[in-house]
T-cell receptor, first 113, second 114 residues
Framework: NAGVTQTPKFRVLKTGQSMTLLCAQDMNHEYMYWYRQDPGMGLRLIHYSVGEGTTAKGEVPDGYNVSRLKKQNFLLGLESAAPSQTSVYFC????????????FGDGTRLSIL | GDSVTQMEGPVTLSEEAFLTINCTYTATGYPSLFWYVQYPGEGLQLLLKATKADDKGSNKGFEATYRKETTSFHLEKGSVQVSDSAVYFCALSDRRTNAGKSTFGDGTTLTVKP
């Protein structure tokens, strides 16, 4: 059972470079989310999607873009990476019902030099 | 808006000690409540949940009861093990008011020493 798979697991970028983080889920979940986790800051929601073709801003969306062209995939893009975007990024997915939990990937550890 | 407040950590206990991690919430609707656990180098995973008042969630010896009157969902375990060392997150979800999002606490780091 793959669950939620994040690619890549680690990446080092230089300031100004761009990259895309890929999230794939095989549970037919409607909702998908991107979070960042920084020491002492808990989880912060970047963007989320409530269905194929839809996206919405979360708590800290600046500097990021997302797309959900297929139900099973949710892409997070950094157009021009900045050192402040050094973080661990987690993707999650869930069914739409409120009593259903989120399922998380194992994270992407991103360093911006 | 909705919010979750967790007991600040870190918490350090000896093996076989009793664990309580406090969690209180503020919500305008009727949320479902969750505890997630995060082991080093991994993503969060569901530990237990409760979906209505007075429900008790339980898993792996951990328990939490949904207390609407005190807006709390405290996590307890009678005898912790070294393998329980992790970060614990309390969360709530109310699709009617949160438009598909969940609200997480800041996490509490637990270290259990042999």
């Amino acid at each position: 059972n793959a669950g939620v798979t994040q690619t890549p697991k680690f990446r080092v970028l230089k300031t100004g470079q761009s990259m895309t983080l890929l999230c794939a889920q095989d549970m037919n979940h409607e909702y998908m989310y991107w979070y960042r986790q920084d020491p002492g800051m808990g989880l912060r929601l970047i963007h989320y999607s409530v269905g194929e073709g839809t996206t919405a801003k979360g708590e800290v969306p600046d500097g990021y873009n997302v797309s959900r062209l297929k139900k099973q995939n949710f892409l997070l893009g950094l157009e021009s990476a900045a050192p402040s975007q050094t973080s661990v990024y987690f993707c999650a997915s869930s069914y739409y019902q409120a009593d259903q939990p989120q399922h998380f990937g194992d994270g992407t550890r991103l360093s911006i030099l | 808006g909705d919010s979750v407040t967790q007991m600040e950590g870190p918490v350090t206990l000896s093996e076989e000690a009793f664990l309580t991690i406090n969690c209180t919430y503020t919500a305008t609707g009727y949320p479902s409540l969750f505890w997630y656990v995060q082991y080093p180098g991994e993503g969060l995973q569901l530990l237990l949940k409760a979906t209505k008042a007075d429900d008790k969630g339980s898993n792996k010896g951990f328990e939490a009861t949904y207390r609407k009157e005190t807006t709390s969902f405290h996590l307890e375990k009678g005898s912790v093990q070294v393998s329980d060392s992790a970060v614990y997150f309390c969360a709530l979800s109310d699709r009617r008011t949160n438009a598909g999002k969940s609200t997480f606490g800041d996490g509490t780091t637990l270290t259990v020493k042999p």
